[in-house]
């Protein structure tokens, strides 16, 4: 690895002696700094590890590559992981064992276990229930989230019908979750949630307190804002064990409540450490930007551009607009002024449908769960050089999820993950992934009509070879895979258009950074459900909320350009707050 030269305050986090919390501006450096830190220690400590933990495998993918040729770094008794991944190995998969005599299947999320998808008697037109909406007490017990709840569950009367019957649900969630346990079938939350109950046992604190005391010398948390009450619970434990704790982390840019992170909390243990340090050079972004920053932040932090950008002097840009289609075009022609190409641009968004639009993008995921819209859909993405590793990966377990439905029909294995299914019936995954891709590349949906492609879909699943696997019935793929509706398969026609700029939800690009970003706020603004308030609410008012930090993040990924996307409702209103935080703009 090459050697990085850091600044002093970054130096200060590598050879701090204790525990400590590090706040950090955006483009501070602080992966350099953390992976300093990391070597550092790693070749202090010949004998006990030190573990470097993150929320996201893109960012211990970074870190990793960080390390470069010092590969001794990351070998036993080291660790490199995300917090999902330092929870399963070292505190549920032991206690687990311990008390089921079988080790886990693990998950990423709710959404990979069919029965995680549930229905109340009597429920109408509504969609299904699930289990994202709940949070589970160390117990298992399940508590219904209103404000979890999509707007697309249903009309008003469908909510108030699920707040009347919230017992109900949360009584369906708990049985699922048990279910789950007993079959071996373990989400990242459900983890968790076994974490902070056997860390509630004076014996399995006892027997966990031996075993990571003896294996771990220092913990080092990135991104410490994204926290949760489980994940401080265990960071708390570790302290108490022995094990010196490095926080470094944004409270400004803790935007997953949604899944417990918890920012107050997270800011009462980080004040608890001994030492405390700021991170304020922001390497990144071009002083307008800093100041979009700096006005948008609740917290202390102020940071300062220092950066190859901070020479850079132009203004954040303020478009006023009457419906998205009309974002792009002046965006691109704002870009052009300055010298960036489409390619250097994203358009961001809370919601994705808004940035999709902006971005003239189609999308068919949102037409429900009709298989033979979902191999045209993987289609299209695989053929597209456009499309993103992560979309490609999601597309293609939609159509394993497809072809594995067809190889259990009739069995009861709504609470097995995907991988238990796959050796229950004896799939060799690497094959079904094979299978998968070249079923969803050999047919194009391109000029066909919905009946014609879904029948060859059945067609060349007949013709398939499954090797020692019992073919599926053609009544059964006469079932499974059906047409999909007219709506749905309206959108097929702009399958091969691929849209004119990049385009996001604020959180899929939380970490990474872009020259130009378009900021996108619609005509209708989420309204909180408790507080009543929008996000210009937030900021004019200067409260500390979720749908703030969201913009918050937004504009901070950009580099040298950030265009502010307002509907013309809004648009005054935005214009008045950025010369209130004075921030640069212009109105284009």
């Known amino acids: 690895m090459n050697e990085v030269k850091l600044t002093d305050d970054q130096q200060m986090l590598v050879d701090a002696e204790d525990s400590l919390f590090t706040a950090a501006c955006p483009g501070a450096g602080k992966t350099s700094a953390m992976v300093a830190r990391f070597l550092k220690r790693t070749a202090e400590e010949p004998r006990r590890g030190i573990a470097m933990i993150s929320f996201t495998n893109a960012a211990v993918d970074e870190v990793r590559r960080r390390c470069g040729s010092q590969a001794e770094a990351l070998r036993v008794p080291h660790f490199v992981g995300t917090f999902d991944a330092f929870i399963h190995r070292f505190i549920v998969t032991p206690l687990y064992v311990k008390a089921y005599e079988?080790?886990?299947?693990?998950?990423?999320?709710?959404?990979?276990?069919?029965?995680?998808?549930?229905?109340?008697?009597?429920?109408?037109?509504?969609?299904?229930?699930?289990?994202?909406?709940?949070?589970?007490?160390?117990?298992?017990?399940?508590?219904?989230?209103?404000?979890?709840?999509?707007?697309?569950?249903?009309?008003?009367?469908?909510?108030?019908?699920?707040?009347?019957?919230?017992?109900?649900?949360?009584?369906?969630?708990?049985?699922?979750?048990?279910?789950?346990?007993?079959a071996g079938t373990i989400t990242c939350e459900a983890a968790r949630v076994l974490a902070a109950f056997w860390l509630n046992s004076a014996e399995e604190r006892t027997s966990l307190a031996g075993l990571l005391a003896a294996r771990f010398a220092e913990v080092i948390v990135d991104e410490a804002q994204d926290c949760g009450w489980e994940e401080l619970h265990i960071l708390e434990?570790?302290?108490?064990?022995?094990?010196?704790?490095?926080?470094?982390?944004?409270?400004?840019?803790?935007?997953?409540?949604?899944?417990?992170?918890?920012?107050?909390?997270?800011?009462?243990?980080?004040?608890?450490?001994?030492?405390?340090?700021?991170?304020?050079?922001?390497?990144?972004?071009?002083?307008?930007?800093?100041?979009f920053n700096n006005g948008m932040r609740s917290g202390q932090l102020v940071e300062a551009a220092r950066g190859e950008h901070s020479i850079v002097q132009t203004p954040v840009h303020l478009v006023e607009f009457s419906a998205l289609d009309q974002i792009v075009p002046a965006a691109l022609g704002i870009a052009e002024q300055f010298k960036l190409a489409a390619d250097d641009l994203v358009v961001l968004s809370h919601a994705e449908a808004h940035g999709?639009?902006?971005?003239?993008?189609?999308?068919?995921?949102?037409?429900?769960?009709?298989?033979?819209?979902?191999?045209?859909?993987?289609?299209?993405?695989?053929?597209?050089?456009?499309?993103?590793?992560?979309?490609?990966?999601?597309?293609?377990?939609?159509?394993?999820?497809?072809?594995?439905?067809?190889?259990?029909?009739?069995r009861k294995m709504q609470h097995h993950s995907f991988a238990a299914i796959c050796e229950e019936v004896g799939v060799d995954p690497r094959w079904l992934e094979n299978f998968a891709v070249r079923l969803a590349l050999g047919l194009d949906?391109?000029?066909?009509?919905?009946?014609?492609?879904?029948?060859?879909?059945?067609?060349?699943?007949?013709?398939?070879?499954?090797?020692?696997?019992?073919?599926?019935?053609?009544?059964?793929?006469?079932?499974?895979?059906?047409?999909?509706?007219?709506?749905?398969?309206?959108?097929?026609?702009?399958?091969?258009?691929?849209?004119?700029?990049?385009?996001?939800?604020?959180?899929?690009?939380?970490?990474?950074?872009?020259?130009?970003?378009?900021?996108?706020?619609?005509?209708?603004?989420?309204?909180?459900?408790?507080?009543?308030?929008?996000?210009?609410?937030?900021?004019?008012?200067?409260?500390?909320?979720?749908?703030?930090?969201?913009?918050?993040?937004?504009?901070?990924?950009?580099?040298?350009?950030?265009?502010?996307?307002?509907?013309?409702?809004?648009?005054?209103?935005v214009a008045t707050l950025l010369d209130i935080k004075r921030i640069p703009f212009t109105r284009a």
């Open 445 to 573: 949906a391109e000029g066909k009509t919905r009946g014609d492609f879904a029948a060859s879909v059945r067609n060349s699943l007949k013709a398939a070879d499954w090797g020692h696997m019992a073919a599926p019935s053609s009544s059964d793929l006469g079932n499974l895979f059906k047409a999909p509706s007219e709506h749905a398969w309206a959108s097929v026609a702009s399958f091969g258009s691929n849209p004119s700029i990049r385009y996001s939800t604020v959180h899929g690009v939380k970490g990474m950074e872009f020259p130009g970003v378009v900021l996108v706020l619609p005509d209708r603004l989420r309204v909180d459900q408790t507080t009543g308030r929008t996000v210009l609410d937030d900021w004019e008012g200067d409260h500390n909320t979720e749908a703030r930090r969201v913009l918050y993040v937004a504009g901070s990924r950009a580099e040298r350009l950030l265009v502010c996307a307002v509907h013309r409702k809004h648009a005054s209103r």
């Open 237 to 291: 434990f570790l302290r108490d064990c022995g094990v010196r704790v490095v926080m470094v982390g944004d409270l400004d840019q803790s935007i997953y409540e949604f899944r417990n992170a918890t920012p107050a909390a997270v800011q009462k243990f980080a004040a608890s450490l001994p030492v405390q340090l700021n991170l304020e050079d922001n390497w990144r972004s071009s002083p307008a930007i800093v100041a």
């Open 102 to 182: 079988r080790k886990p299947n693990y998950v990423q999320s709710w959404h990979d276990v069919a029965s995680t998808s549930f229905r109340l008697p009597n429920m109408g037109q509504t969609k299904n229930l699930e289990m994202k909406w709940f949070s589970f007490a160390p117990d298992g017990r399940a508590q219904l989230n209103m404000n979890r709840v999509p707007q697309e569950f249903g009309n008003a009367a469908a909510h108030r019908m699920l707040a009347q019957r919230k017992q109900e649900a949360e009584d369906n969630a708990s049985h699922i979750f048990g279910q789950l346990l007993m």
């Open 356 to 410: 999709m639009k902006a971005a003239g993008a189609v999308s068919l995921e949102g037409a429900g769960n009709n298989r033979v819209l979902a191999i045209a859909n993987a289609g299209s993405k695989l053929r597209s050089r456009e499309t993103e590793p992560k979309t490609r990966k999601r597309v293609v377990d939609q159509v394993q999820r497809s072809l594995l439905a067809a190889l259990t029909v009739g």
